[in-house]
């Protein structure tokens, strides 16, 4: 008898995966499906059984094997057909469905023992509650959509209009980056949650900007 696995443990909650390369190419190529459609469907001679699989997937990897491409202080010791290998363990497709791409430096020793002013984590959380707040009230009416993530095309073209001055960003976007038409609807996405986290009615250039930024590090790295 299936039963769940990871992705579905992981339902309505945070799937985290460290060291993302070290997975099995086919079983990252798995995930394509939940993150898609927030479900999976596991098929046995016998039998054929779909579970909930709607959860946030935040993965992690390295540059390189050794982890040190591309840092100022220590060299990386790894040849460029290496380094191929272990970035082409995540196809194009499956990073087309992660939303945002960030780099994360090295911190310096100095900067880590520094008493950096910043945020405290109520503050933050104060801030995602409003937004959700906002999305709850955004899709009343609407069934099985809570938040932003979860819009289908026509959800996202009516809550997701964007100024002129940001159609000509997109529009940048998708000819300079060559972004897939699925990257475009999720950049619209994140950006509405941008702008609600901002307190903003509308999406803003801005908000899109930034939006569209989370997606240039797949464009140069794995490029
Ligand atoms: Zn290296």
Redesign the pocket.
Same mark, same amino acid.
């Given at each position: 008898m299936p039963r769940p696995g990871e992705v579905s443990l992981g339902h309505n909650g945070v799937l985290f995966l460290d060291e993302l390369p070290e997975f099995q190419r086919k079983v990252l190529e798995v995930m394509r499906q939940p993150l898609e459609d927030g479900m999976v469907t596991i098929a046995r001679a016998a039998v054929s059984v779909t579970f909930p699989s709607r959860f946030l997937l935040a993965a992690a990897m390295n540059? &390189?094997?050794?982890?040190?491409?591309g840092d100022a202080t220590r060299e990386?010791? &790894?040849t460029a057909p290496?380094?191929q290998r272990y970035v082409s363990k995540i196809s194009g497709p499956l990073l087309d469905r992660i939303d945002i791409h960030i780099e994360v430096p090295a911190v310096k020793y100095k900067e880590l023992r520094a008493p950096a002013p910043s945020e405290d984590s109520a503050a933050v959380r104060g801030r995602v509650i409003e937004a959700r707040e906002r999305q709850t009230e955004r899709f009343k009416g609407e069934k099985k959509t809570y938040c932003n993530a979860q819009m289908a095309s026509k959800l996202i073209r009516k809550c997701c209009g964007i100024s002129q001055e940001g159609e000509k960003l997109m529009e940048n976007a998708v000819t300079r980056l060559g972004l897939p038409a699925r990257a475009h609807d999720r950049i619209l996405k994140v950006a509405r949650t941008i702008a609600d986290l901002e307190g903003a009615w509308d999406i803003q250039a801005k908000h899109l900007s930034e939006a569209i930024q989370y997606r240039t590090l797949d464009r140069s790295y794995w490029a």
């Open positions: 540059p &390189c094997p050794c982890g040190y491409f990386c010791h &790894c290496m380094i």
